[in-house]
C-alpha cells in the first residue's frame, strides 16, 4: 500500500493537478522542487507524450538551471545538469534490472543529487524505499499530474 508525502499533498490535490500548457506543468515541478529533500528520488511514469521531460525542465530551473537545457534521455539515458545536481534518467529503452547495473545505476541513486527518472515503474525492485511517485496522464490537450506516493 503507498503512503502519502505531506508536502506533496500541499502540491497535489487527490485529483492531481491539470496542466493545460507545458508553462504550468512547468510550474508544479517547481512548486514541489521547492519542498524536495536534496537527494531526493522521483519515479515519473506515464505515455509518451505526457509531459515528464517538460517537468523535468521546471525541476531544473527550481534548482537554478536553465530549463532549455534538458532533453530527453531516451537514447542516452542519463543526462546531469547542475553539476551533477539533477541527474535526469529514461529507462524507456531499459529492458532488464541486469542492464541498469550494467549502466551504473546504482551509482546514480548513490549520487547527491536529486534524481528524476522517467519509467522507473518498470523497475520497481531498483528504486529506494522513499522513491516520490509522480504520475502523468493524457487527457485531451491537457495534463494530469497525480504525485506523492511511495510505496
Known amino acids: 500500500m503507498a503512503n502519502r508525502i505531506p508536502f506533496c499533498d500541499e502540491i497535489f490535490s487527490e485529483d492531481g493537478i491539470l496542466c493545460r500548457t507545458a508553462l504550468e506543468t512547468r510550474a508544479a515541478a517547481r512548486k ?11 519515479c515519473l511514469d506515464g505515455p ?25 534521455p531516451t537514447f542516452t539515458i542519463v543526462h546531469e545538469y547542475l553539476n551533477g545536481g ?4 529514461d529507462l524507456y529503452r531499459i529492458n532488464s534490472e541486469e542492464e541498469l547495473i550494467t549502466l551504473g545505476f546504482e551509482e546514480y541513486l548513490a549520487a547527491p543529487a536529486v534524481r528524476a527518472i522517467e519509467w522507473g515503474g ?5 528504486l529506494p524505499p522513499a522513491t516520490i511517485h509522480i504520475a502523468f496522464d493524457i487527457e485531451g490537450s491537457s495534463r494530469r499530474i497525480r504525485g506523492g506516493r511511495t510505496p
Open 32 to 42: 514541489l522542487a521547492a519542498k524536495l529533500p536534496p537527494d531526493a528520488t522521483l
Open 48 to 72: 509518451l507524450g505526457a509531459g515528464k521531460t517538460c517537468f523535468v525542465q521546471g525541476l531544473a530551473e527550481a534548482l537554478g538551471g536553465d530549463p532549455a537545457d534538458v532533453s530527453s
Open 86 to 89: 539533477l541527474i535526469h534518467i
Open 122 to 126: 518498470k523497475f520497481p525492485g531498483i
